[in-house]
T-cell receptor, first 113, second 112 residues
Framework: AQSVTQLGSHVSVSEGALVLLRCNYS??????LFWYVQYPNQGLQLLLK??????LVKGINGFEAEFKKSETSFHLTKPSAHMSDAAEYFC???????????FGTGTRLTIIP | DSGVTQTPKHLITATGQRVTLRCSPR?????VYWYQQSLDQGLQFLIH???????AKGNILERFSAQQFPDLHSELNLSSLELGDSALYFC???????????FGPGTRLTVL
């Protein structure tokens, strides 16, 4: 079985500050890990993914995430927050051969001007 | 724009009714997945079809059914609707099972 825990249902940061959204996973086999973003009244957009290889993954809009097996974490970061980053962010996990994505409960990111 | 289309965007109906949600996958994608997003349950996997065949079932109620047609579009049928079925229903597609999933804009279902 696999699961995802996102710490902090709401995160607020000032414009220009570091964004850090936390995700921890549990999986009995090597996981594939994803971050999706959902803007208000829109669908889910893929930000980045980790399958194999380099553990630091760069995504769109300046976001990146690092897979840390020893910590079972896949935290999402962005050096400098922009107003347009305000959205809900979902961490998700699956594994090779498993079709379904298991999502975390989401983190709503608010940017303070 | 992910290339996945869903219709309708909004649907308002009454309890006990039946509705059909439609999804067209990205060009070339053979797998279609359905997810439900609600305030109390979050994002939950419902069902997966690959090239017309059911591949996996998740937390899908017996009142719900789906199919994938020869042209690869998929429909999710929800019957005997209850207030608790009000949610956002997403379709996603991928080239093959287990590949990266790309999501459509969703259908917001409101059951009154």
């Amino acid at each position: 079985a696999q699961s995802v825990t996102q710490l902090g249902s709401h995160v607020s940061v000032s414009e220009g500050a570091l964004v850090l959204l936390r995700c921890n996973y549990s999986s009995s086999v090597p996981p594939y890990l994803f971050w999706y973003v959902q803007y208000p009244n829109q669908g889910l957009q893929l930000l980045l993914k980790y399958t194999t290889g380099a553990t630091l993954v760069k995504g769109i809009n300046g976001f990146e995430a690092e897979f840390k097996k020893s910590e079972t974490s896949f935290h999402l970061t962005k050096p400098s927050a922009h107003m347009s980053d305000a959205a809900e962010y979902f961490c998700a996990v699956n594994r090779f051969g498993n079709e379904k994505l298991t999502f975390g409960t989401g983190t709503r990111l608010t940017i303070i001007p | 724009d992910s290339g996945v289309t869903q219709t309708p965007k909004h649907l308002i109906t009454a309890t006990g009714q039946r509705v059909t949600l439609r999804c067209s996958p990205r060009s070339g994608d053979l797998s279609v997945y359905w997810y439900q997003q609600s305030l109390d349950q979050g994002l939950q996997f419902l069902i997966h079809y690959y090239n017309g065949e059911e591949r996996a079932k998740g937390n899908i109620l017996e009142r719900f059914s789906a199919q994938q047609f020869p042209d690869l579009h998929s429909e999710l049928n929800l019957s005997s609707l209850e207030l608790g079925d009000s949610a956002l229903y997403f379709c996603a597609s991928s080239v093959l099972p287990g590949d990266t999933q790309y999501f459509g804009p969703g259908t917001r279902l409101t059951v009154l």
